[in-house]
């Protein structure tokens, strides 16, 4: 039998703890630090730890991490216990998958994305769902199947919708498909990995980019399949660029070390970032008055200082 995976470690708070969980495939710019910052508010104001966590499964530049860390503590930012790397956990994710086998949950996938995408699906289900071409396949076919590339494994999913609450959205209906548990790489993916994470570190608040609402329930049912608590969700407002998209490094300096070549300290951006959303300069001010209700609900566009 596989070991069964914490719910709360033994030295988080009783509160539980809240999170930032960037990748590390390079600078963080103003909107993942405007993200952490929150995080780390929403977690500070509610008696919660505040965890970082390196979400590297994907994408890892050489150096990234450390300027990542860099920029967290030059903002102000501080964190309990010590940097957590999915890199190092995918024992802990194929425990997680074994348990869901054991339950007759998963199946073997041999579609590739271009097939994904060209099957025929049903009425309504988003771009990217997946249609369940593998669901039901015999033995015989998948055994033909694996001669011919590895298969990845999927969850069999029992519904096709999810609701999760989400402190600013409120309730939040979004599509379940039969989600991929194991690339054919031998990668975990996102959506299993965060899961177990997120219950394995005690995290019971997860703060994030609202560009990730839409894949929330897909994760709160897994948890749920996992017999693991539930997670109080905040998808926050991006900050965009001038011309109305996702801020990126095309729009300038946007970075810490952007912004300093422009003069601009890291205490400066840090008080233009918290003016953003309407508090005071430093965090300990911003701490102070904290109150989620008070949040603008408007995405902040960005614009970089001389331009």
């Not at 910052?37 to 509610?46: D, E, G, K, N, V």
């Not at 071409?133 to 015999?138: F, G």
């Not at 660029?241 to 205490?267: E, M, N, Y």
């Amino acid at each position: 039998m596989p070991h069964e995976i914490p719910a709360v470690p033994a030295d988080v708070s009783a509160a539980g703890a809240g999170r930032f969980a960037p990748s590390p495939s390079g600078e963080l710019h103003v909107g993942n630090l405007r993200t952490a910052l929150l995080a780390w508010l929403f977690a500070r104001s509610t008696g919660r730890d505040f965890v970082l966590r390196v979400e590297d499964l994907d994408r890892a530049r050489a150096g990234a991490e450390a300027a990542q860390l860099r920029d967290l503590a030059a903002v102000g930012l501080d964190w309990d216990g010590e940097v957590i790397r999915q890199s190092d956990r995918t024992p802990v994710y194929l425990e997680a998958i074994q348990r869901l086998r054991e339950d007759g949950r998963v199946y073997e996938c041999f579609c590739t994305r271009s097939e994904i995408a060209d099957a025929p699906r049903a009425p309504h289900s988003p771009p990217g769902a997946y249609p369940g071409t593998c669901r039901n396949l015999s033995e015989a076919e998948r055994e033909r199947r694996r001669r011919e590339r590895p298969p990845a494994l999927r969850l069999r999913s029992e519904v096709t919708e999810y609701t999760i609450h989400d402190v600013l959205h409120g309730d939040y209906t979004g599509v379940v498909d039969d989600l991929v548990l194991l690339r054919n790489d031998g990668v975990p993916p996102y959506n299993l990995a965060v899961v177990v994470d997120d219950a394995a570190q005690g995290i019971n608040q997860v703060v994030r980019g609202d560009d990730l609402l839409s894949s929330t329930p897909r994760q709160a049912y897994l948890a749920s399949l996992l017999g693991l608590p539930p997670v109080d969700y905040v998808h926050v407002q991006l900050v965009l660029g001038r011309t109305g998209k996702r801020l990126a490094k095309r729009d300038g300096a946007v970075t810490l070390g952007g912004l300093a070549d422009l003069g601009i300290s890291a205490r400066d951006a840090t008080a233009m970032i918290l003016g953003s959303l309407d508090l005071p300069g430093t965090l300990p001010e911003a701490l102070a008055v904290f109150d989620p209700a008070k949040l603008p609900l408007h995405p902040w566009v960005f614009e970089p200082p001389g331009r």
